[in-house]
């Protein structure tokens, strides 16, 4: 069954689709309206089939335009970025069109950050087909490009005017792309939705199968869940935060390997491994807890190994995190299963602790 879900305040809300094969004339069209131009940005990881589809439902009414970046992080480049405003500037968009990213997180972030700065902005879509972009980055209105002095450096928050998830797209998705999607799914359980907890408990099975109904059902709790956090904070002042738990560690992890060893998704497990284990190391949570936790991790077969990374290896990335407000380390620790709180005082010897298998 199609789902549906509105994020936003105000004149920034936007709704959210979500079904099998929510790329369909009925979802697009009433985003189109309007809209003489079109451009379609996505990258050459993306079957062309699905970039295809799009551009036949646009075409009876709106010109459409392609640009095919490569695959890859380094898409979310400055020379990129410049390259997709002069192709715009250049077949004369306006304020009345559109760019529509069909893609992964690295496509979506660029092209709401060209959508947000050409003529001060112009209306984007989202059509997110990775299940990291699915159940994350197109919610919440974050846009990004990198540079060389770090990711995600330059951006600006903007929302969309519609994400279509169409859950059929992840059937190309190779399996450990799939996979690191998933953690993001599981940290929402862990920060704040108990019920997708037990759902990702029950049905590990059908997940990792990804049968139809259960992914979608799964995307949906978890989109609800961020777009709540999100609606209610859209500038990140204060509970957005919990949605980086596990993240000061994984950021640490991906950014100790130099991003190339490692999946975002696939750090994050390790992350929340940690996060979890210093919850309890604080008292925060129980054993039983703790353990409950770690047998979720392990039935999605996450590699929670981490004796490949010592202390102080780790030490300036964690401590050089966004995260650390007048000095001090802010940390997202859970005060029981699906429920998290952001807190900075911690006895530095359990971080440490929490970094041990
Ligand atoms: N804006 C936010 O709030 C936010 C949140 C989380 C992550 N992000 C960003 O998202 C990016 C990561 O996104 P990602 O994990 O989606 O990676 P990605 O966009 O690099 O996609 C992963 C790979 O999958 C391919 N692909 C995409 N759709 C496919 C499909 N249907 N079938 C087969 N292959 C497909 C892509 O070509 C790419 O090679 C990072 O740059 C990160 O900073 C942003
Ligand atoms: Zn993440």
Do not use: W
Not at 118 to 128: C, D, H, N, S, W
Not at 223 to 241: F, P
Not at 317 to 324: A, G, L, M, N
């Amino acid at each position: 069954m199609a789902k549906e879900l509105v994020a936003g305040q105000r004149k920034n809300k936007y709704k959210i689709v979500i079904s099998k094969d929510a790329i369909s004339e009925k979802n697009l069209a009433p985003l189109l309206h309007g809209h003489n131009k079109a451009l379609i940005i996505s990258d050459d990881g993306v079957p062309p089939k699905l970039i295809k589809r799009i551009v036949e439902i646009c075409k009876p009414s709106t010109k459409v335009f392609k640009i095919i970046l490569q695959h890859g992080e380094k898409a979310k480049s400055i020379q990129n970025f410049k390259k997709i405003l002069n192709f715009l500037a250049d077949k004369n968009f306006d304020r009345t069109d559109l760019v529509v990213s069909v893609g992964g997180g690295v496509v979506g972030d660029i092209s709401g950050y060209v959508a947000s700065s050409y003529l001060r902005g112009i209306e984007f879509v989202q059509v997110p087909t990775t299940l990291l972009s699915q159940v994350d980055s197109s919610v919440g209105g974050k846009t990004a490009i990198n540079i060389s002095a770090g990711k995600n450096l330059v951006g600006a928050f903007y929302n969309p005017k519609g994400v279509i998830i169409e859950t059929a797209a992840l059937k190309t998705l190779p399996n450990r792309e799939f996979k690191a999607g998933l953690a993001e799914v599981i940290k929402y359980a862990l920060i704040k939705n108990n019920y997708l907890f037990s759902l990702l408990e029950t049905h590990a099975k059908k997940i990792l199968s990804m049968e139809h109904n259960v992914i979608e059902e799964i995307i949906y709790r978890s989109i609800q869940t961020k777009a709540k956090i999100v609606t209610k904070d859209e500038r990140e002042n204060g509970i957005r935060a919990i949605l980086n738990f596990g993240h000061t560690f994984g950021h640490a992890i991906e950014a100790h390997g130099k991003y190339k060893k490692i999946l975002h998704g696939e750090a994050i497990a390790k992350g929340m491994k940690i996060a979890s284990k210093i919850s309890y190391l604080e008292n925060c949570i129980n054993e039983k807890d703790y353990k409950k936790i770690i047998d979720l991790l392990e039935l999605y077969k996450f590699d929670l190994s981490l004796d490949q990374y010592k202390y102080q290896e780790l030490k300036p990335y964690i401590f050089r995190d966004k995260k650390i407000k007048a000095g001090r380390l802010n940390l997202v620790l859970l005060n029981k299963i699906s429920k998290a709180m952001v807190t900075s005082s911690f006895d530095l010897r359990n971080l440490q602790k929490g970094l041990k298998d």
